[in-house]
């Protein structure tokens, strides 16, 4: 069975950084997509980033560009959302799921249908 667990979240202040980490199993990590999503409590998920299988191409929504860094290391099974500059409009539960690799090239991985979420989480929240 699908296996991702993510951690690395925590309470920072404004300004500052956070790695998550997303550690994959029961399925062939090296051949799959990934994607980060965010859900705020009360609310929808939110598409974040995605990278390529083999991790020479990324995304990033707007709000996260130049802020995020999405990375993968396929030798360990580990998906990392490197978070800099953090806002307290980050605030929320982050996810990782995988995807097929063909729905990164063609962009199908924004909508919340197009994923299937199978881990708990991280919470990140940027606070004063």
């Known amino acids: 069975e699908v296996q991702l667990v993510e951690s690395g979240g925590g309470l920072v202040q404004p300004g500052g950084s956070l790695r998550l980490s997303c550690t994959a199993s029961?399925?062939?990590?090296?051949?799959?997509?990934m994607i980060w999503v965010r859900q705020v409590s009360g609310k929808g998920r939110e598409w974040v980033s995605a990278?390529?299988?083999?991790?020479?191409?990324?995304d990033y929504t707007d709000s996260t560009k130049g802020r995020f860094t999405i990375s993968r290391d396929n030798a360990k099974n580990t998906l990392y959302l490197q978070m800099n500059s953090l806002k307290p409009e980050d605030t929320a539960v982050y996810y990782c799921?995988?995807?097929?690799?063909?729905?990164?090239?063609?962009?199908?991985?924004?909508?919340?249908?197009?994923?299937?979420?199978w881990g708990q989480g991280t919470q990140v929240t940027v606070s004063s």
């Open positions: 799921a995988n995807i097929p690799e063909w729905k990164y090239y063609s962009g199908t991985y924004y909508y919340s249908e197009d994923y299937d979420i």
């Open positions: 029961g399925f062939t990590f090296s051949t799959h997509a």
């Open positions: 990278i390529n299988s083999g991790g020479s191409r990324t």
